[in-house]
């Protein structure tokens, strides 16, 4: 992929900006509600990093950033790919649908907690959204690409149910073995997979169609 015009730079910028300041938050808030719970910054850490949510986001982050300060070095080429940012805005999709669909109303964040929530759940969704319209040449992906695109749920999934076994956590209720089984789970797994499925369908089908965005970039 060719470099970016600055206009693309400029938004990358912004969107990697407010992506990692959400990361940060929502860090130091859940450690804080860690400590406060008597359970440490050990335990706070393992649950962050335990959403699919904070894993997401941070690949977006890193896409974003690597655009704007290494897109030379091989790590920029690999986040720069067409297939890889399509996966990751694939994944961030998921992020928005599902908090949207099945667990939003499961609680009421207040304060910082809710800038944190939104950020992460809906405007950073977005805003990659907008960014692999742009960053993503028409045609530049097809419907074959999609099976690679699972690597990174069902990897997700592995380590959360590797993390629940060790840990007892379970970041998200539809994983929970220990309320489900794993039938169940598996079940709810497969679920998400189609859904992971439709969405990738949809920007492969929407990449096709659109205009062409060459104008964003520097030949």
């Known amino acids: 992929m060719k470099a970016h ?27 804080r509600l860690a400590v406060a719970n008597g359970q440490g910054i050990g335990w706070g850490m393992v649950v962050y990093f335990g959403f699919f949510t ?13 655009l704007l300060l290494a897109r ?34 499961t609680w ?26 742009f960053a993503v040449p028409k045609g530049a992906v097809r419907w074959t690409d999609i099976p690679g695109w699972y690597v990174y749920p069902v990897g997700y999934l592995i380590y959360s149910l590797a993390l629940g076994a060790l840990t007892g956590f379970y970041p998200y209720p539809f994983i929970d073995v220990g309320a489900l ?13 189609l859904g992971f499925s439709l969405i990738a369908l949809i920007l492969v089908w929407v990449n096709a169609l ?10």
Do not use: C
């Open 5 to 31: 015009s600055p206009l693309l730079r400029a938004f990358a910028a912004l969107a990697a900006v407010i992506g990692w300041w959400a990361l940060v938050l929502q860090f130091y808030l859940s450690l």
């Open 72 to 105: 030379d070095s091989s790590l920029g080429r690999f986040f720069s790919r067409p297939g890889v940012i399509t996966a990751v805005a694939i994944a961030i999709a998921v992020v928005g649908v599902v908090y949207s669909l099945l667990l939003r109303h």
């Open 181 to 193: 089984g794993y039938v169940r789970v598996l079940v709810n797994a497969g679920v998400m997979l």
């Open 108 to 133: 009421n964040p207040q304060g910082w907690q809710l800038v944190a929530d939104r950020l992460l759940h809906d405007v950073v969704p977005i805003l990659f959204l907008i960014y692999w319209w």
């Open 210 to 219: 659109k205009r062409d965005s060459s104008h964003f970039y520097e030949r």
């Open 54 to 66: 904070i894993l997401t986001n941070i690949l977006a982050a890193l896409v974003l950033t690597a």
